[in-house]
């Protein structure tokens, strides 16, 4: 494995790591479009785009949903109002719609040319299926109990009202989720192309899937090294070319650490500057007065 870390072209790794940042600006700017259409007094855009970039980056280290988890915690603090965090997890499940719809498109399109997971049931996946049926079940039985349950789950019934009207979705939406798609197929391909590796059409769908396939691992760490075994036990049968199963190891590891690096890292610095600005007292108009009139006054 070192003998094909060190012969990588950089150039591509670079263009690769590029193009995955700018598909995380993409998505975060639909998912902007979908708060300014369901919030009231929605945020500005940088504010929304630096939760979107860091949560991608902390999902990189726990999970998607711990992501999630940090893109509303980020953003709520910048929007005013009370149950603002229950209205973006809400826009959050309104842009996993479109999203998902996108995926369910590409899937068919690769099913359609022969490139594809195995679609056929399992008892793993019968598991996350049941699993997530009753965390479903026993949210909205616990929601129509309590009050602020209520409270919550109507906020979040807000938040996905983006939904309601699909041709302001499609117009809105969909335009940067779709572009999102294309710019992340692209990244993918640049990664094939810095490992020496087959940079097909079918191998760049195949390794989004081996990608979408560990996910189902909650732990990060842990969906990298299924999602490699996925990769290599199907690269072969699917693209018709064979390669080392160390190489694609080589390449499904190095690449995931890559982006778990640069987005760790991103994802700090982002927060960081977030709390410091956060940190900074905020003057009112009599208050930036006082503060001008003492300035002047010390003036030889």
């Given at each position: ?120 049931p399992d008892a793993q996946t019968g598991l996350i299926v049941a699993a997530t ?168």
């Amino acid at each position: 494995m070192p003998d094909v870390v060190s012969g990588l072209s950089p150039g591509w790794l670079a263009l690769g790591v590029v193009l995955h940042l700018a598909n995380q600006v993409a998505r975060g700017l639909g998912w902007f479009s979908v708060i300014r259409t369901t919030s009231e007094a929605p945020p500005r855009r940088r504010d929304a785009l630096t939760a979107w970039v860091a949560g991608a980056g902390a999902g990189g280290v726990v999970s998607a949903r711990g992501g999630d988890a940090v893109r509303v915690l980020l953003l709520a603090r910048r929007m005013p109002g009370r149950g603002t965090r229950a209205l973006l997890t809400g826009t959050l499940v309104a842009e996993a719609a479109g999203e998902t719809l996108l995926g369910l498109g590409l899937l068919t399109l690769a099913l359609g040319i022969g490139v594809g997971p195995d679609v056929s049931p399992d008892a793993q996946t019968g598991l996350i299926v049941a699993a997530t049926l009753l965390t479903l079940t026993g949210a909205v039985l616990l929601g129509r109990r309590h009050p602020k349950s209520r409270r919550f789950f109507t906020r979040v019934k807000t938040g996905c009202s983006a939904l309601k009207c699909p041709k302001t979705y499609a117009r809105h939406v969909l335009p940067w989720q779709l572009l999102s798609r294309v710019l992340r197929l692209a990244a993918l391909g640049c990664f094939l192309a810095a490992f020496h590796l087959p940079a097909t059409f079918a191998a760049v769908l195949l390794v989004t899937f081996a990608q979408c396939s560990g996910r189902l691992v909650p732990f990060s760490p842990a969906s990298v090294g299924a999602g490699a075994a996925i990769l290599a036990a199907s690269f072969g049968p699917v693209t018709g070319q064979y390669v080392p199963a160390e190489q694609l190891a080589a390449f499904f590891i190095g690449t995931s650490t890559v982006l778990t690096v640069v987005g760790t890292a991103l994802a700090l610095i982002l927060c960081a500057t977030q709390a410091s600005a956060n940190a900074r007292p905020k003057l009112d108009g009599v208050g930036r007065f006082t503060r001008i009139r003492a300035a002047m006054s010390t003036r030889p």
